[in-house]
């Protein structure tokens, strides 16, 4: 079955930089898109960043307006890994962060909670 675990949260100061990490497992990683969200207490959920399926690595990326420039995400297949290296981080990204795979449907992990503050 497919699980998701992510991990490398924390507290961290405004400017700092964070690494994510989403373990996947139950289905052939390569072949899947995989994504990050994020939510923050009192608020929907939203997109952060995608990266396309890649056999050989990863693909291509996409960023919410918000993270852009900031935020990078990437894989390694070969450890069935999906990657999100915050830099420069800001109060206003406190949240729980989700990866994700969909997969006929949306599979998400635990999450995993990211805190910016002084």
């Known amino acids: 079955q497919v699980q998701l675990v992510e991990s490398g949260g924390g507290l961290v100061q405004p400017g700092g930089s964070l690494r994510l990490s989403c373990a996947a497992s139950g289905f052939t990683f390569s072949r899947y898109a995989m994504s990050w969200y994020r939510q923050a207490p009192g608020k929907q959920r939203e997109f952060v960043a995608a990266?396309?399926?890649?056999?050989?690595?990863?693909?291509?990326?996409n960023y919410a307006d918000s993270v852009e420039g900031r935020f990078t995400i990437s894989r390694d297949n070969a450890k069935n890994t999906v990657y999100l290296q915050m830099n420069s981080l800001k109060p206003e990204d406190t949240a729980v962060y989700y990866c994700k795979v969909y997969r006929g449907y949306d599979y998400w992990g635990q999450g995993t909670q990211v805190t910016v503050s002084s």
């Open positions: 990266i396309t399926s890649g056999v050989a690595s990863g693909g291509m990326t």
